[in-house]
């Protein structure tokens, strides 16, 4: 009896051992959570590298965009117009009449005309440079209302070459565009004064001039009255009058 209970319990024991027990053939999943751990980080890594790479490539792109904005050239040049007016000015400058800008000229005008009055002569020759020096004042003065009447025509072009310069300068897209508008201010600035010394020049070529003809003609003055006064007195002659006997 004893013995059929024992060989109960056993069977009972190896029943229970084959249920637990699974087929040597069974897979387990194992989960590591350091394993996991690590290979998350390099992934991250990765992803990290590669965003970094994307805006490494982001910036050389707007660097490269930059690059060709700084190095694109003005759409617009206000140098003929500038040109002209100098053009202008210079040919208004090259009709002075008689007494030129020029040193030679000018040397040989004030040794013949501007001088002292000669001792001797006569009156139709003093009267011929008196005539001459007037001249030369009038057309001297003429010349600088010209000048000055170019210069003036020149205020409307010169303001409409600022405005589209200044225009420009402000909706410049790169440094190069700001620069090139920038220096064509500078260059309307110099025509600008270029102008401003002819109309200097030629008005003070009239007024010297005319300063000249005052001292001659005073100089000529005081020798025709020197001439004058050492003429021997009155004599006395016969005067027909009338064509009568």
């Known amino acids: 009896m004893i013995k059929l209970r024992h060989l109960a319990a056993v069977s009972t024991v190896a029943l229970t051992l084959a249920i637990a027990v699974p087929p040597a053939s069974a897979q387990w999943i194992v989960y590591d959570p350091t394993n996991f751990s ?117 205020i409307g072009t010169n303001s409409s070459a600022m405005s589209s310069l200044v225009t420009a300068s402000q ?10 508008a920038g220096n064509q201010l500078l260059a309307l600035q110099s025509q600008q004064l270029s102008d401003l010394v002819a109309v200097l020049a030629a008005k003070g070529r009239a007024d010297a001039l005319q300063q000249a ?16 006064s050492t003429r021997s007195g009155y004599q006395p002659g016969n005067v027909t009058m009338f064509h009568g006997n």
């Not at 003809?213 to 004058?228: H, L, N, V, W």
């Open 38 to 154: 690590q290979n998350v980080l390099t992934a991250a890594r990765e992803l990290q590298q590669i965003n970094n790479q994307i805006q490494m490539l982001t910036n050389q792109a707007t660097s490269l965009v930059n690059q060709a904005r700084n190095l694109a050239n003005l759409p617009m040049s206000t140098l003929t117009q500038l040109q002209s007016s100098i053009a202008q000015t210079q040919s208004l400058l090259s009709q002075a009449q008689n007494v030129a800008f020029n040193v030679q000229q000018i040397q040989t005008a004030y040794s013949s005309t501007y001088g002292a009055a000669p001792t001797s002569g006569s009156n139709a020759s003093l009267f011929a440079l008196a005539q001459t020096r007037w001249q030369n004042s009038v057309g001297a003065f003429e010349d600088s209302l010209k000048v000055q009447a170019g210069v003036v025509g020149n």
């Open 171 to 180: 909706s410049a897209t790169g440094a190069l565009q700001a620069a090139q």
């Open 213 to 228: 003809r005052d001292a001659a003609t005073e100089s000529q003055g005081q020798q025709q009255y020197k001439i004058f």
